[in-house]
């Protein structure tokens, strides 16, 4: 770097891809956009800039320290570090224009200034989504939300996922079978680590929370019934007749839940009632989920939610229950990277580069807009160079085909067109090269983002 | 509101659409992605907060003022207030890894805390199409730029705008003519009032500068030069007769804009040399564009750019020319708004609507995925209320089709469609309820998000 120059860097914990992983970043947004569509779901774009005092009405503890926070002139800035507290302002404050269930969707960058470390960002995407009632919100709206999960996940090519289900009153219905009620939160916050601590530790945990340890023995037994959804829900039957209101409630929702899933043609293969997870978090209190990698456990949830009683209360006396689940984009994207688990076919801008041999640019110029009228994605090389410059363009570029326009395929009206991928390259009229290219593009298209048979190796 | 809820608003000069106008700004994004795409560029995506020192490495004076920037640990960061800066710290940091001409758009959000008024955002949308080549550039792809603008606004609905276009250096060609080379900057800023203030303030302006009345006369009338594309170089050329190196080269890159973009199928009503602009920034250096609506001068340009020679010269000695043009996204779709350009029925979330009459959910949720599958848009309404509820929902969210499924249609294996604007219902089997419904759509999918009726009216 000499004198007098800024070296052009890029602030640590802040994602920034070159042109052909944003391609595959940018495919996963657009699918996540076209199945939330198809569910009906309106998309929401709020500021990320909020007044500190609305952005941090609930907030406390690592979220207060984490935040990016400043003042400009008198005004007390605090960038979002969720989508879902902006969703409770909005809904809040535009209760009366809004038309409930609200469906909404929002794909956006948050901010925590969390510990810079591998695989952890300050920005990053969240991409969730709600639905919101007005006093009341019918169960089976539970089911919706994991369907639309499968579908987003299988489009893109994923097929070894399990979404995890359990009920929060279910629990809570428990601990109250054995009068542990005032320890919940206690014991919610130590099976939550069931998957990632020796039983033994959190029996230890357990126990410094005054349970005696024939009740820790019950609490992990309970948290570790295995078995189909069927087999499960039949032993939390036999547990019911013992039961309370409560866990007659959880279990009634659960089954509902499950049955329902069924109905919107998810594979029981993809999801799965586990007693283990609890979400530590207060805020849910029916239905949750997490969602992980069938081989690689030790990754954690990759997209995890809930039902909840009261979406806005710090805002308005309007009771708002809604159900909802985020997808921690940028760091799925870092994972599914990591782990070459991303389709390297789709890392191309273009599916043609048209390659003017002479200087007759507006002809070469012409049938450039031809392809793209056809809806084939289309770069021309105008630049002066030798003709290795200009095929390496093309290599460097990894389009699928390149058009040849010189004297000769001017002079009898043809292109000449490489697959660039064979080698194979032929002379024809313009029409019979479209039809070619469209052919194979239509091919390529139905290659997903993440490629199958990566993961599944 | 009740002691102890907060207030639950939105930071001033921050735009939050309602859902219907978000689905419109949202398709409007969806349109600029698909013709870049069809272009070849690459999306890219920088993050929105940047070492201070690097982002403010060239920025001084009003920018400085208006840049949201603060300390986080013991960075200084600031958030970016356009794309380029990011776009030419991304090029020179990546230098080596990117292949050029490089070509790359970008939508998205950047923040000036400008004084809060009407129309005039803190935290606003640009999207931005560049160029950028490695020590050359060809200007041909000066012509590329406006038809990519061209085909994002038609494709938009919009027909009455104008692309301007003039050449930096013929204007420079021009003051030297009159050997007024060292009064280049403040000729160009005050022409670039031309459209907005009356001549003889131009004339005052200029005389300020101390140049004599009747040169101002000559730079005005030069500026003030009219006819069509052909006729106004025509009288460039004779003017060019007595001109300098400069003037005619110039000339030489507007004609051949000219021509090139007529190449590009471009209608010669849509774009016009206009000698009068000259984008006050020394930054441009070649063409530049500014694009206005026809009917509503007083908006002035609501997509601008231009060819520079040197895109990163604060991070790099490398030479990066290119070409580009950013449109304020908010502030068209602010102003597309509130002139009522925008097509009402673009505003419902779903297709249809689908609404069980009896318990059997899972038939209901059959059908809407069956529909999903056909790629139609569907909300299915889960909640347990009296049938004037369940189509009232249906009406406030515009859906045009429902799906009413009662215990006869269940029976008969049919659906009962409503046509929600004609009010026509009849009962079918799926399959032919179906393909009616996408055939009203595909009617209906050719409407533009801009109601191009309204915009010539």
């Known amino acids: 770097m000499k004198k007098g120059k800024i070296e052009p860097r890029t602030l640590s914990g802040f994602m920034e891809l070159m042109p052909g992983p944003q391609l595959q970043f940018d495919r996963i947004c657009e699918t996540m956009r076209d199945i939330y569509g ?33 003042n ?10 969720d989508l879902t507290v902006p969703l409770a302002k909005f809904v809040a404050k535009n209760y009366g224009g809004l038309t409930f269930p609200f469906k909404r969707y929002q794909i956006g960058k948050v901010y925590r200034g969390e510990k810079s470390q591998k695989g952890r960002f300050r920005e990053f995407y969240q991409s969730d989504i709600d639905i919101i ?8 709206n539970d089911a919706e939300i994991p369907a639309i999960i499968y579908n987003v996940f299988t489009r893109l090519g994923l097929e070894d996922f399990t979404i995890r289900l359990n009920n929060r009153r279910l629990l809570s219905g428990f601990w109250c079978m054995l ?24 029996i230890g945990e357990l126990e410094e929370l005054g349970i005696d340890t024939g009740k820790c023995e019950k609490i992990l037994d309970f948290a570790g019934i295995k078995g189909t959804n069927g087999e499960i829900i039949s032993q939390l039957e036999e547990l019911a007749k013992d039961g309370g209101e409560t866990f007659k409630e959880g279990l ?24 283990s997870i609890a979400r530590g978090l207060d805020y849910y209190t029916g239905t949750v989920y997490e969602t992980t990698f069938n081989k690689h456990p030790e990754i954690g949830s990759i997209c995890s939610g809930g039902r909840y009683d009261n979406l806005a209360e710090f ?7 809604g159900v909802g689940i985020s997808i921690g984009l940028t760091r799925l994207f870092y994972i599914l990277n990591e782990m070459e688990y991303l389709n390297g076919s789709a890392l191309a801008p273009a599916d043609v580069l048209v390659i003017p041999m002479t200087g007759d640019m507006p002809h070469a110029i012409s049938i450039s807009e031809r392809l793209r009228g056809e809806g084939i994605k289309c770069q021309i090389y105008f630049e002066e160079k030798k003709f290795k410059a200009k095929i390496g363009y093309a290599d460097k570029l990894d389009v699928p085909f390149a058009f040849f326009i010189g004297e000769d395929e001017i002079a009898k009206n043809e292109v000449s067109f490489k697959d660039m991928q064979s080698g194979e390259q032929v002379s024809a009229p313009l ?4 039809a070619a290219v469209k052919k194979s593009l ?8 993440i490629d199958t048979e990566k993961t599944n190796r």
């Open 72 to 81: 400009k002139g008198d005004a007390d800035i605090t960038m979002r570090f």
């Open 252 to 275: 009634r929702q659960l089954a509902l839940v499950v049955k329902y899933i069924d109905a919107f043609h998810v594979p029981e293969k993809n999801y799965k009632i586990d007693l």
């Open 38 to 70: 198809l569910y009906g779901y309106y998309p929401l774009d709020t500021p990320i800039l909020e007044s500190s005092e609305v952005l941090l009405a609930k907030a406390g503890g690592e979220t207060e320290k984490q935040v990016y926070r400043f």
């Open 133 to 140: 009632g007005d006093g009341e919100l019918n169960v089976i």
């Open 431 to 434: 029409d019979d090269a479209v």
């Open 179 to 202: 009068n542990l009620e005032d320890k919940a939160g206690g014991i919610m916050r130590a099976i939550d680590k069931l998957e990632k601590m020796p039983r033994e530790k959190i």
């Open 315 to 321: 805002y308005t006396n309007k009771k708002l229950p």
């Open 442 to 449: 239509s091919q390529r298209s139905e290659a997903t983002v």
